[in-house]
């Protein structure tokens, strides 16, 4: 079975950062996009950032929402199956647990199949 594993979520003060990590165990880990989701209490799941296998000018290689582009970065080591989700100058509303998860194609477009079990990550005023 799949399995994702986050870590690096906390509690930070608003303005703080924090780097969120999520390693898959997926052989084909390289040629699958991952993507970082949220969900708050009372609100739906939302799609944070993603981030393609490949990179295509047609078909930009990664996606952040509008909500905290400037903000958050994702990336990857394909070499380590972990993803990151980098988060500089965090509001008390991007409090949330944050859910890795990976899908069977290439691009960041689609549906997610797989999901991890999250990771706590709690903004403070």
């Known amino acids: 079975q799949v399995q994702l594993v986050e870590s690096g979520g906390g509690s930070v003060q608003a303005g703080g950062s924090l780097r969120l990590s999520c390693t898959a165990s997926r052989r084909t880990f390289s040629s699958n996009a991952m993507g970082w989701f949220r969900q708050a209490p009372g609100k739906e799941r939302e799609l944070v950032a993603a981030i393609s296998s490949t990179d295509s000018s047609d078909d930009p290689s990664t996606y952040v929402a509008a909500s905290v582009k400037g903000r958050f970065t994702i990336s990857r080591d394909n070499a380590k199956a972990t993803v990151y989700l980098r988060m500089n100058r965090l509001k008390p509303e991007d409090t949330a647990v944050y859910i890795c998860?990976?899908?069977?194609?290439?691009?960041?477009?689609?549906?997610?199949?797989?999901w991890g079990r999250g990771t706590q990550v709690a903004v403070s005023a």
């Open positions: 998860a990976d899908k069977d194609g290439s691009t960041w477009r689609g549906i997610y199949e797989n």
